[in-house]
């Protein structure tokens, strides 16, 4: 018998992330900013490491290109996991987010629309300063 008490319903993790929504909207807008700013920066670092590696060793994508994917496959994922351990936005997910949160009307669509909005802008201008 297998024990699925460590594991939730889809139920409860549709209600995770209206809760995430819910919150998200709540958040200041220098704050939304600042925070969406610096998943930009983030995300494109791991970008920055995946080219470093493709660029620096071209003997080995001419020999062998699939442990080169790989190893810039595990750089890639460098920034996307410092952005889920900072808590910094990115747009990708307040696209989740606020949609469900749309449909379960825990949102409004002038949050959905800030949100949307500035994540997107922020985003594009921390990949820029990169």
């Not at 994508?61 to 996307?80: A, E, H, M, Q, R």
């Amino acid at each position: 018998m297998v024990d699925d008490s460590n594991y939730l319903t889809p139920h409860e993790a549709a209600l995770a992330v209206v809760a995430t929504c819910m919150k998200k909207a709540r958040l200041q807008l220098d704050t939304l900013i600042i925070n969406s700013i610096l998943g930009g920066v983030l995300f494109s670092s791991g970008s920055v490491l995946y080219v470093a590696i493709h660029s620096e060793n071209l003997d080995l994508l001419s020999n062998n290109p699939g442990i080169l994917n790989l190893i810039g496959g595990l750089t890639y994922s460098v920034g996307l996991f410092y952005v889920v351990i900072l808590g910094a936005e990115l747009f990708n997910s307040n696209i989740l987010f606020f949609s469900v949160g749309l449909l379960r009307n825990a949102a409004t669509i002038y949050d959905l629309l800030i949100s949307w909005f500035f994540s997107w802008l922020g985003n594009i201008a921390g990949s820029l300063f990169v």
